[in-house]
């Protein structure tokens, strides 16, 4: 799963062998499957909010957190 792969590698740090082994994939599959979830997570920042992902999220300035059911825009 998409968000397991973000969670373990990027936010977790977990070895990236170590999970292409437990996933029982080659590197290479790791690797595809990461840039997948990467451009996958890119594309639903975007729909919540126009300015937080050009802008950075530590200054958001939206009127409300975003929602993954209820995009908004500033």
Do not use: K
């Not at 969670?7 to 082994?21: K, Q, S």
């Not at 990467?38 to 009127?63: D, I, K, N, S, V």
């Amino acid at each position: 799963d998409q968000a397991d792969l973000i969670r373990r590698l990027d936010l977790e740090g977990e070895d990236r062998a170590a999970v292409a082994a437990s996933l029982e994939v080659r590197m290479n599959a790791l690797h595809v499957r990461l840039h997948r979830a990467r451009r996958a997570l890119a594309a639903q920042l975007r729909a919540a909010c126009a300015t937080c992902p050009t802008e950075g999220f530590m200054g958001c300035a939206c009127p409300v957190s975003p929602r993954a059911d209820a995009p908004h825009h500033r």
